[in-house]
Each structure stands twice: as C-alpha cells, then as structure tokens.
C-alpha cells in the first residue's frame, strides 16, 4: 500500500516544467494535437505534464474527434495538417548553416523535391530543416534570410516533435 501511495504521489507531483508550459500559454503559444498521435504523446512526456492538464492551462488543443476520425472545427479553422503543430505568436528565428529543402505550398511543381510530399502544407510554404528529426517550419509569408539566421513572422508554425530547447527558444519562453 505504501508502495502504492509514494507510486500516485510521484505521477502526481507538479512537473518541473509546468511554469515553462505555463510561460507558453500566458504567451500565446498554441499547441495542436491529437490523442492517438504518437509524437504528441512524446511531447506531453517532454513536458511531464499530461494532456489533459496542458488541455486545462489552456496550451494545448484536442484536434481529433472522440471516434478518432475527423477534426474539430477549431482545428480545422486554424488550418491543423499534421500533428503535433506548434503555432507561435511572435517572430522566431533559428540559426543554422544547413539548406533547408522548400516546399511550395501542396501540390506544388512536379519538379519540387519529393519529400514536399509527406512535409508540404496545402496552406503554406514548408521549410524542412535537416536538425531535431527533421524540423519542419510552415508561413504564409517568406522567411527574413540573412546569412545563417532565418526568421519568421508571428504566426508561424512548427509541425512535428520538436525539442524543449527548440520550444523555448521560438517561444520565447526560458527552460527552468
């Protein structure tokens, strides 16, 4: 029994992570979801917080409907393609001497790369960067390009796991 009550106190201790969710939400930073995704249950591990309670401060977003097929209008208003979707509401920029591929926006010319299939949007351009398991960025406008810097507008999005690093740095949120 002892065993038992240290085992639910543990799982339910508050994550170091919580005021950084927190950060997040009180920003404006919007995580998109679903319950059966894989890589949304990774990044809820990340954050060592579950769904529900990142549901309940207000960050994260449920996508799917209870019968797993379809999307809630929210979802389908914000124009959610894959998941998870992390949508930013300042600027961000991401350092890195690496050529990311580019794909037009879905379907795009036949001459485009043919990873454009699986990263690509049928809403925005799709810049996929060859760093954190292929980091995918999405914005309706062009990127600032300078040297090794690519910044993009309030708005844009990064779709797929992304690192708690990563996550700070485009929200503008410090780690604890």
């Not at 065993?3 to 201790?13: D, E, L, N, T, Y």
């Not at 894989?38 to 996508?63: D, I, N, V």
């Not at 990311?100 to 010319?109: D, L, R, S, V």
Request: aromatic share 12%; with cysteine.
């Amino acid at each position: 029994i002892i065993g038992v009550a240290f085992a639910f106190k543990a799982s339910s201790a508050p994550s170091k992570y919580q005021p950084f969710a927190q950060g997040m939400t009180d920003n404006g930073t919007k995580f998109y979801g679903a319950f059966w995704c894989p890589h949304c249950q990774a990044q809820e591990k990340e954050l060592g917080m579950t769904r529900q309670s990142l549901e309940k401060m207000g960050l994260y977003h449920e996508c799917s409907l209870a019968s797993g097929q379809g999307q809630t209008q929210l979802c389908i208003d914000a124009k959610i393609e894959s998941y998870p979707t992390w949508v930013y509401p300042k600027e961000f920029s991401l350092t890195t001497n690496l050529k990311p591929t580019i794909c037009e926006i879905q379907p795009g010319p036949a001459e485009q790369d043919a990873s454009c299939k699986s990263y690509g949007s049928k809403f925005f351009k799709t810049w996929v960067f060859a760093v954190d398991k292929g980091l995918t960025i999405q914005s309706a406008t062009e990127p600032k390009h300078e040297g090794d810097v690519w910044t993009y507008a309030a708005g844009s999005r990064t779709t797929g796991e992304i690192t708690l690093e990563r996550l700070s740095s485009f929200s503008g949120v410090a780690l604890p």
